[in-house]
C-alpha cells in the first residue's frame, strides 16, 4: 500500500496516525494548501491541472496499491481526479451519505464528481452505498442523473430513504422499482449485510475496482464532518472494503469526510457552500477526535487487505 496525505485543509496531515505515517516515511504529504481556494466545492481547471502535476511527482515514491486521504468531502472531487490516471476498466463503489450524481452545473464539483467519473472511458459504472439525506427527496427538481440509474451506469444502494417522486419513467433496477410516481428503493439497514455484499460482487463488471469513502457515509459517532451524515455501521464499511479486496484487485482508494473550516476565496463557491451545506457549526476537541480513530481504522483495514 501507498500512504498517500493531500493535504489540502489541515484537517488529516496533523492527525497522529497520518503524521506519524508521514514523519516515519511510510506515507508521502502532497503540499496542496495554496490550492484550496479553487478546489474547495468547485475545482477550477488551473487547480486541477496543478494537482495533477503534484500528484505525479510522487508516482514514483513507494510501491503498493495507493490509498489518498484529503480532508473536506467538500474536496470529494479530488476522486475524479484520481480516477483519471486509472489505465485500465474500473468499477467505482462509493460509499457516500449523498449521491453526488448532480448533472447541471456540468463543473468538477463535489455533488456531480460521479458525472465527471462516468465521462472517463476506463470507468464502466459507479456503485453508490449508503445515502440517507435529502439528495432523494424529488431527485429530478435535484437535477440527479436518473437516466445513468435506469442504465445501470449508476447502482444506487440507500441506507434508509423513503420512496423518491419521480415524473419520469425509470423502469426497476437491482437497486430500486418504480410504481407509478414513486421510486422504491431497497433500504440496505432491512437486508443481510453479507447477503448484499454476495450480490455486490457479482453485480461488478470489471476485476478492477476503486474505493472512494466519504465518512459524512457514517453516524455521528464515527465521524465529524461538514455535511450531514447517513447510519452505515462502519463494521459494514470495514466489512465491504475486505470482502471487495478479497474477491476483486483494487487498484486505487481515497477518503475524505473530515471537518475543516470552509475559506473560500471567491463569492460563489462561498454562496454554493452557503445554499449546500447543514447549518455550520464549530466541532470541538473531542468531536474531531473520532476523526483520527476511523482514519487510523480505515488505514489498518487498507494495510490487511492491500499487502
Known amino acids: 500500500m501507498r500512504l498517500r496525505v493531500i493535504d489540502l485543509d489541515g484537517s488529516v496531515a496533523a492527525q497522529e496516525p497520518l503524521r506519524r505515517r508521514i514523519d516515519a516515511g511510510t506515507a508521502a504529504c502532497i503540499d496542496a494548501a495554496d490550492l484550496a481556494g479553487a478546489m474547495r466545492i468547485v475545482a477550477s481547471r488551473r487547480a486541477k491541472v496543478e494537482l495533477l502535476q503534484r500528484l505525479g511527482q510522487c508516482d514514483g515514491e513507494g510501491k503498493g496499491v495507493p490509498v489518498f486521504f484529503y480532508g473536506s468531502g467538500d474536496f470529494h472531487h479530488v476522486t475524479s481526479v484520481l480516477l483519471g490516471r486509472v489505465e485500465e476498466p474500473v468499477t467505482v463503489v462509493h460509499f457516500d451519505n449523498h449521491p453526488d450524481w448532480v448533472s447541471f452545473p ?40 436518473l437516466r445513468a440509474v435506469a442504465e445501470g451506469r449508476i447502482a444506487l444502494y440507500p441506507w434508509r430513504h423513503e420512496p423518491s417522486r419521480v415524473w419520469g419513467r425509470y423502469g426497476k433496477t437491482a437497486s430500486f422499482r418504480q410504481e407509478s410516481g414513486h421510486l422504491h428503493w431497497r433500504n440496505l439497514a432491512d437486508e443481510d449485510w453479507s447477503d448484499f455484499l454476495d450480490e455486490l460482487i457479482t453485480a461488478i463488471p470489471t476485476s478492477s475496482v476503486w474505493l472512494t469513502i466519504d465518512k459524512d457515509v457514517l453516524g455521528p459517532g464515527d465521524a465529524c464532518t461538514n455535511w450531514d451524515q447517513g447510519e452505515l455501521p462502519l463494521r459494514h464499511l ?4 475486505e470482502r471487495l479486496a478479497s474477491e476483486r484487485r483494487i487498484v486505487g482508494a481515497d477518503v475524505c469526510g473530515d471537518w475543516s473550516e470552509p475559506r473560500f476565496s471567491d463569492p460563489l463557491r462561498a454562496t454554493l457552500a452557503y445554499f449546500d451545506h447543514p447549518p455550520r457549526f464549530r466541532p ?23 499487502s
Not at 116 to 144: M, N
Not at 238 to 241: F, G, P, R, W
Request: aromatic share 6%.
Open 106 to 145: 456540468a463543473t468538477v464539483n463535489c455533488g456531480a464528481w460521479v458525472n465527471r467519473a462516468l465521462e472517463l472511458p476506463q470507468v464502466h459504472k459507479v456503485v453508490t452505498i449508503g445515502p440517507c439525506s435529502d439528495d432523494l427527496v424529488r431527485p429530478e427538481w435535484q437535477f440527479a442523473n
Open 238 to 241: 470495514l466489512a465491504a472494503v
Open 284 to 306: 470541538t476537541p473531542e468531536q474531531l477526535s473520532v476523526n483520527a480513530r476511523i482514519n487510523a481504522s480505515l488505514i489498518d483495514c487498507f494495510q490487511r487487505v492491500l
